[in-house]
């Protein structure tokens, strides 16, 4: 399959699918989450989102390196050895893999994602380590 150069979508036009919350998660009200991915690179280690929660109190865990940036609505995040933080439309946050944090929608809040797996450290090292010396060539 032939991934185009470029993908371009609408982020307020894309159609959101159901995607309920863990209820083992929900601390309190009833908060009910769409969301829908709109592209992925081409090894499939980093992917992009559109997602949206209505009115409720939950913790979230992140398997992924997670940057957020707020389209709509605001949501209230903690999480352990971070102050508490008010995220709003135009702000952005990167949540690290492996984190747990507590959300709390006021009203409403919708997100762009960029979802991002983290490399084994052995694989983590040979990319590192292959950019160096790619570097050091490129640079003679």
């Given at each position: 399959?032939?991934?185009?150069?470029?993908?371009s979508?609408?982020?307020?036009?894309?159609?959101?699918?159901?995607?309920?919350?863990n209820k083992?998660?929900?601390?309190?009200?009833?908060?009910?989450?769409?969301?829908a991915?709109w592209?992925?690179?081409?090894d499939?280690?980093?992917?992009?989102?559109?997602?949206?929660?209505?009115?409720?109190?939950?913790?979230w865990?992140f398997?992924?390196?997670?940057?957020?940036?707020i389209?709509?609505?605001?949501?209230?995040?903690?999480?352990?050895?971070?102050e508490?933080?008010?995220?709003r439309?135009?702000?952005a946050?990167?949540?690290r893999?492996g984190?747990?944090?507590?959300w709390n929608?006021?009203e409403?809040?919708?997100?762009?994602?960029?979802?991002?797996v983290?490399?084994?450290?052995?694989?983590?090292?040979?990319v590192?380590?292959?950019?160096?010396?790619?570097?050091?060539?490129s640079s003679?």
């Amino acid at each position: 399959m032939s991934l185009s150069a470029i993908e371009s979508v609408s982020l307020d036009l894309l159609p959101l699918n159901d995607d309920p919350i863990n209820k083992d998660w929900i601390i309190s009200g009833t908060p009910t989450a769409r969301a829908a991915q709109w592209s992925a690179s081409k090894d499939g280690t980093t992917t992009t989102h559109v997602w949206d929660c209505t009115k409720g109190q939950f913790r979230w865990y992140f398997s992924a390196d997670e940057i957020v940036h707020i389209m709509e609505g605001s949501v209230t995040v903690e999480s352990d050895g971070s102050e508490k933080r008010t995220l709003r439309a135009g702000d952005a946050a990167l949540f690290r893999a492996g984190s747990w944090s507590e959300w709390n929608v006021d009203e409403y809040v919708r997100k762009h994602a960029i979802l991002s797996v983290p490399l084994h450290p052995s694989v983590s090292f040979v990319v590192r380590a292959a950019r160096k010396i790619s570097r050091m060539v490129s640079s003679r």
